[in-house]
Nanobody, 127 residues
């Protein structure tokens, strides 16, 4: 099993920045594709960003492309989400997730691929 704990959420004004972290414990972190998802009140959970096991491959939702950056440090068992130029519509609970993968180059946007989820961290962007 993998345990995931997110941190770094909070309240920020529009145009500001936050960096989310997700610390993993348990089995080998580098064996997992990592992803960030978010869920706003009254909406379904949506994909935000994903990163391959090696960190070489990334993918982003169109709504965050150019503003958010996902990265990982396999030595620290941590994945990050740097969020810049935040907008009120980015307000949501952000979740990190881990997906087992046999390939170092794959990444996944489909939440059903992810076997492990953190408890979430709230991000609120005020206008």
């Amino acid at each position: 099993q993998v345990q995931l704990v997110e941190s770094g959420g909070g309240l920020v004004q529009a145009g500001g920045s936050l960096r989310l972290s997700c610390a993993a414990s348990g089995r080998t972190f580098s064996a997992y594709v990592m992803g960030w998802f978010r869920q706003a009140p009254g909406k379904e959970r949506e994909f935000v960003a994903t990163i391959s096991r090696s960190g070489a491959g990334t993918n982003y939702a169109d709504s965050v492309k150019g503003r958010f950056t996902i990265s990982r440090d396999n030595a620290k068992n941590t994945v990050y989400l740097q969020m810049n130029s935040l907008k009120p519509e980015d307000t949501a609970v952000y979740y990190c997730a881990a997906a087992p993968s046999l390939s170092a180059g794959y990444y996944y946007t489909d939440p059903s691929r992810y076997a492990y989820w953190g408890q979430g961290t709230q991000v609120t962007v005020s206008s």
